[in-house]
């Protein structure tokens, strides 16, 4: 399982990388391997584009970030899997890692804002309190027109205090049209 092969790295990783590979299984994106891209894309019969716009059957050597997948786990899981077996080699690591985690994050951008941001100010971020991710949020009337849709996904939202953050990557935000996606993005926020 997912869970088990984390354990196993967290013999090699830092925390933080490790906590950045946790995000890629909770998470909707993954982190490819050139060789590795064929494979998800039999398994989910889609041909993947590179993120620099390529097509992935092209023999770059570059990593291939895939988006839109269905998590792998869960931080909920992974804890318990780590709870069941607390003497093991790397559950402890695994367990203190989770904290720099999040289930839902989208994209690698969104994971390391993530884990340097939210991380606690004994990790050395601000303190800044933990933000619901991508979690659907309905758009009033006016906003809709904005938006092109009655919801969004921000990157990060605190309800409490109505704040919402996005995470501006090239990928997606750069070029004619994602700035102009972005610039009424904004607006409709």
């Known amino acids: 399982p997912p869970e088990m092969a984390l354990m196993q790295m967290a013999r090699t990783l830092s925390r933080p990388k490790l906590a950045l590979l946790v995000d890629q299984v ?37 990593p291939t970030t895939v988006y839109g997948l269905p998590p792998l786990s869960s931080i909920e899981t992974i804890r318990s899997y780590v709870a ?56 009033s009337g006016p906003a809709r027109r904005l938006f092109g849709s009655s919801w969004i996904k921000p990157d990060y939202f605190w309800p409490d205090a109505g704040v919402a953050v996005e995470a501006t990557g090239f990928l997606w935000h750069g070029g004619r049209q994602g700035t102009a996606d972005t610039s009424r993005r904004m607006k409709g926020y």
């Open 26 to 62: 909770v998470g909707s994106y993954r982190i490819l391997r050139p060789e590795a891209v064929p494979f998800y894309e039999r398994l989910s019969n889609v041909g993947f584009e590179r993120a620099d716009g390529s097509s992935s059957n092209v023999g770059a050597f570059a």
């Open 84 to 139: 069941a077996m607390p003497s093991a080699w790397g559950s402890r690591l695994l367990g203190r890692s989770l904290s720099l985690a999040a289930d839902g994050l989208a994209s690698p951008l969104e994971a390391q804002v993530y884990a340097l941001a939210f991380c606690g100010r004994v990790n050395g971020s601000e303190g800044i309190p933990k933000p619901l991710v991508n979690s659907r949020l309905e758009v």
